[in-house]
T-cell receptor, first 114, second 114 residues
Framework: QQQVKQSPQSLIVQKGGISIINCAYE??????FPWYQQFPGKGPALLIA?????SEKKEGRFTISFNKSAKQFSLHIMDSQPGDSATYFC?????????????FGSGTQLTVLP | EAGVTQSPTHLIKTRGQQVTLRCSPI?????VYWYQQALGLGLQFLLW???????NRGNFPPRFSGRQFPNYSSELNVNALELEDSALYLC?????????????FGPGTRLTVL
């Protein structure tokens, strides 16, 4: 019930291409869906987040698409750059109650080739 | 503004030993979350503290414990270390009751159990 499933496990994209990472969740109590970016030796950093009352959110080259009925959400990175090479984690949480911690997907290692 | 800090950076222990990890949240944040990031397993929620109280814990044995001090800093204690406890331990902080929103991570403590 608490799982968040993420795919693909790894992704290789050419510079300038579009990177797409997908996540699916089971717990309908989740109402906040962030994406984190993690570079080697660093802690995860919040990239972008969405609430389920909108279907899309865009910040610069990063876009979250959200499908509430399918319980799926995805991250699109437009014009991917070598500096985007990192591990990306989707996550979900409930903003109320006792389960306010983040439940993370398993991560996607993105490599953007120059 | 200083971010979340963790100490030590690296730690090597042997099976059966005990370890204490430390976390200082961002100023003004009262919630502290602990996560375990084992190789290839993503981030798993360990413990959540707010206002000095344990608010929730993940699916980990009781030998994982912690506390939060009046200044909102926190300790994670792991007793009777096992080989599979080798992981990056991440601390995150957020404003009180912000939950999954606004969780900022520290750089982590790399624990190696031999």
């Amino acid at each position: 019930q608490q799982q968040v499933k993420q795919s693909p496990q790894s992704l290789i994209v050419q510079k300038g291409g579009i990177s797409i990472i997908n996540c699916a969740y089971e717990n309908t109590a989740f109402d906040y869906f962030p994406w984190y970016q993690q570079f080697p030796g660093k802690g995860p950093a919040l990239l972008i987040a969405i609430r389920p009352d909108v279907s899309e959110k865009k910040e610069g080259r990063f876009t979250i698409s959200f499908n509430k009925s399918a319980k799926q959400f995805s991250l699109h990175i437009m014009d991917s750059q070598p500096g985007d090479s990192a591990t990306y984690f989707c996550a979900a949480s409930s903003l109320g109650g006792s389960a306010r911690q983040l439940t993370f997907g398993s991560g996607t290692q993105l490599t953007v080739l120059p | 503004e200083a971010g979340v800090t963790q100490s030590p950076t690296h730690l090597i222990k042997t099976r059966g030993q005990q370890v204490t990890l430390r976390c200082s949240p961002i100023s003004g944040h009262t919630s502290v979350y602990w996560y375990q990031q084992a190789l290839g397993l993503g981030l798993q929620f360990l413990l959540w503290y707010d206002e000095g109280e344990e608010r929730n814990r993940g699916n980990f044995p009781p030998r994982f414990s912690g506390r939060q001090f009046p200044n909102y800093s926190s300790e994670l204690n792991v007793n009777a270390l096992e080989l599979e406890d080798s992981a990056l331990y991440l601390c995150a902080s957020s404003p009180r009751l912000a939950g999954g929103r606004s969780q900022y991570f520290g750089p982590g403590t790399r624990l190696t159990v031999l």
